[in-house]
């Protein structure tokens, strides 16, 4: 499995970006899709994440802020960030949690991209 992720960058505050993930290979449900992110010197953090029946949880420092999307059939998972302030900087890591028909569970991960937010 493989998650590839785009869009990260320099960003203004207030301004706005909008990361892509695509996922390849043996996930049938996805059950889970999100995106993480790791601050320097923090612990990794959700930052949203949607549900495979639609249901979508986001942080509470990124409500009304922040939106995430999934395309089952492209099996992607975009975030559209916006009014970015500077505590978002982070790497931003996609995610993809699969639980599989025998009970297994995987959790997935992409390489990481950062967003700087700064003027």
């Known amino acids: 499995v493989q998650l590839q992720a785009f869009g990260g960058g320099l960003v203004q505050p207030g301004g706005s970006l909008r990361l892509s993930c695509v996922v390849s290979?043996?996930?049938?449900?996805?059950?889970?899709m999100g995106w993480h992110r790791q601050a320097p010197g923090k612990q990794r953090e959700l930052v949203a994440a949607v549900i495979v029946g639609g249901r979508i949880n986001y942080a509470d420092s990124v409500k009304g802020r922040f939106t995430i999307s999934r395309d089952n059939a492209k099996n992607t998972v975009d975030l559209q960030m916006n009014d970015l302030k500077p505590e978002d900087t982070a790497v931003y890591y996609c995610n993809v949690h699969e639980i599989y028909i025998s009970g297994r569970s995987m959790d997935y991960w992409g390489e990481g991209t950062l967003v700087t937010v700064s003027s």
């Open positions: 290979g043996n996930v049938p449900s996805a059950n889970v």
